[in-house]
């Protein structure tokens, strides 16, 4: 493929041989034309550096490409972390392109970006990301213990969440399939029950309503905080990869695929829990707000709450959407609201990134 091809700029070396004039006039003709050959040879090196690098970004446009965001239930743990990345490193054509951390909500994401290749004689799909995301769930299974975990972020497990996103020329499909196939490599492979949802889910499940069946967004420390493992230890209903018994030390996890999604959250002044869940309730789609938007009201820090907004469809509702009507409704509550943020790049910044540090290591 075009964007494996590798990288380098070459460093032409000067001539060292003097110039045999003897008069200082005649030694320094010769040697401002020796630079300028020399100047002229790197001229020619670095404009074939620029068109090879060209090439290589219109490769990686042309290519399949797919987006991975990985959500790890710590971020305070500095060790087990590092372990995470660590492990990372296993193909450097699986990339790291961002990572937020929360340690309020105590939950890190990392979005990955690979390509993805299909022989249709055989049937194979390969994606470097497979072994990558088995490579750093495993580093995370082995670091982290959901039962000592305590944030105020809701979640199902250790390895809480992954979502595959087709980039570039990749479909929806290819999304669906790498994600199927990630599920099975977890489940069975590791021994943690997994749900599938939306294109990887044959009936097209949301992500939503298998987070609501297990309870997700019910805190059930302090009316705010989720700790530990609050399941039974045999879950109701059957995984779609892996074992109906939960190891409360790893939990469970959910894998889909979809389209580009974006996360959003809006600060709102105020310590008032009830307030937050109410906003985010009306602005929801489900509680009758904006179309294609999933929200919940958390507490963050010691002097604020958001309201932490998923935007399925952020072509059709963005962000701005989002924040009138947050501020709107916080208005009439007599509070204030901050500016909200993203928590990850958009995603043809996520393309841009990846060419960068394939470049970079090529």
Request: include cysteine.
């Amino acid at each position: 493929m075009a964007f494996r091809s590798r990288v380098r700029l070459l460093g032409i070396p000067r001539s060292t041989n003097s110039a045999k004039t003897h008069p200082e006039v005649g030694s320094v003709i010769a040697l401002s034309i020796e630079q300028e050959g020399a100047t002229a040879e790197e001229r020619r090196m670095d404009s074939q550096r620029v068109d090879k690098e060209k090439n290589n970004k219109l490769g990686i446009r042309n290519s399949k490409l797919l987006g991975c965001k990985l959500y790890i239930s710590e971020s305070r743990n500095r060790a087990a972390m590092d372990a995470i990345e660590r492990a990372a490193k296993v193909d450097p054509e699986a990339a790291i392109v961002n990572k937020f951390e929360d340690r309020d909500y105590n939950r890190a994401r990392y979005t990955l970006v690979s390509y993805i290749v299909h022989d249709g004689a055989t049937g194979i799909t390969y994606t470097p990301l497979r072994q990558t995301l088995l490579s750093m769930v495993e580093a995370a299974l082995a670091a982290i213990n959901l039962q000592a975990h305590l944030g105020a972020h809701p979640r199902l497990g250790v390895v809480d969440h992954i979502s595959f996103h087709p980039l570039a020329q990749a479909s929806l499909e290819d999304a669906a399939q790498v994600a199927k196939l990630t599920a099975a490599d977890i489940g069975n492979g590791l021994q943690v029950p997994v749900f599938l949802y939306e294109a990887a889910h044959p009936n097209n499940r949301a992500l939503d309503a298998i987070r609501r069946e297990f309870g997700y967004y019910r805190p059930n420390f302090r009316g705010s905080q989720w700790a530990g493992w609050a399941l039974p230890e045999v879950l109701p209903e059957k995984p779609d990869e892996g074992p109906s018994r939960v190891d409360p030390a790893k939990g469970m996890t959910v894998i889909g695929a979809s389209p580009w999604m974006e996360t959003y959250n809006v600060p709102i002044l105020s310590t008032d829990i009830s307030v937050a869940r109410r906003i985010a309730r009306q602005v929801s789609a489900r509680g009758g707000g904006l179309p294609m938007v999933q929200t919940i009201g958390l507490v963050h820090g010691d002097d604020a709450v958001e309201v932490a907004c998923m935007l399925l469809d952020p072509a059709r509702v963005g962000a701005e959407r989002v924040q009138s009507m947050v501020e709107m409704l916080a208005a009439e509550e007599g509070l204030d609201v901050e500016k909200g943020y993203f928590t990850d790049f958009s995603q043809e910044m996520i393309i841009e990134r990846y060419m960068k540090l394939v470049s970079m290591d090529n």
